[in-house]
């Protein structure tokens, strides 16, 4: 099944460092949605985007949905261990509910204290 | 914790059984979604069950199929499993399916390995 280009596939920063990942598609999405999934769990939302440029915040993290509407950003501030984890962007293309998101393959990130 | 719970959280079978994996939703959520983690990859939509009925589905052979039940809750049958069905399968509930971009709480999975 289609799934979304992430970048990086992994990366290890030191604690205290700013984290940047994105997300690119051959195609057009509505609505792009970041999550974070730790072991053993399922994935957490962190932020969701409606609106192409919309730039959203929450705490330490920071996305964009970018003007194109077929790409996403994703950036941490000030990274502490607790971040560790796989964060993951999707994308729905609909206006409606019933929409399935389409994912990609996540970005592990670790963090060095 | 999302309210969201599955069950078995890890079970084991062998090429050719069946599997029913269940999943209660979030207290007030009427909407079910399953999909299927692979390792080292992302989630892959498998279907939707909304008021008791499939309300969309993605790229899976018939051998895939669910039910949903009047108290919302939802279970996914495979069939004649494949070596390749071994995956994370994840429940993710939701309110209704109208609007973009509603927020989805998943469950921790069900971890399925096939032998």
């Known amino acids: 099944g289609q799934q979304l280009n992430q970048s990086p596939q992994s990366m290890f920063i030191q604690e205290g460092e700013d984290v940047s990942m994105n997300c690119t598609s051959s195609s057009i999405f509505n609505t792009w949605l970041w999550y974070k999934q730790d072991p053993g769990e399922g994935p957490v939302l962190l932020i969701a985007l409606y609106k192409a440029g919309e730039l959203t915040s929450n705490g330490r993290l920071t996305a964009q949905f970018g003007i194109t509407r077929k790409d996403s950003f994703l950036n941490i501030s000030a990274s502490i261990p607790s971040d560790v984890g796989i964060y993951f962007c999707?994308?729905?293309?609909?206006?409606?509910?019933?929409?399935?998101?389409?994912f990609g393959k996540g970005t592990r990130l670790s963090v060095i204290a | 914790e999302t309210g969201v719970t599955q069950s078995p959280t890890h079970l084991i079978k062998t090429r050719g059984q069946q599997v029913t994996l269940r999943c209660s939703s979030q207290s007030g959520h009427n909407t079910v979604s399953w999909y299927q983690q692979a390792l080292g990859q992302g989630p892959q939509f498998i279907f939707q069950?909304?008021?008791?009925?499939?309300?969309g589905r993605g790229n899976f052979p018939p051998r895939f199929s669910g039910l949903q039940f009047p108290n919302y809750s939802s279970e996914l049958n495979v069939n004649a499993l494949e070596l390749d069905d071994s995956a994370l399968y994840l429940c993710?509930?939701?309110?209704?399916?109208?609007?973009?971009?509603?927020?989805?709480?998943f469950g921790e999975g069900s971890r399925l390995t096939v032998l």
């Open positions: 993710a509930s939701s309110v209704g399916t109208g609007g973009p971009g509603r927020e989805l709480f």
């Open positions: 069950y909304y008021r008791e009925e499939e309300n």
């Open positions: 999707a994308g729905q293309r609909g206006n409606s509910g019933n929409t399935p998101l389409v």
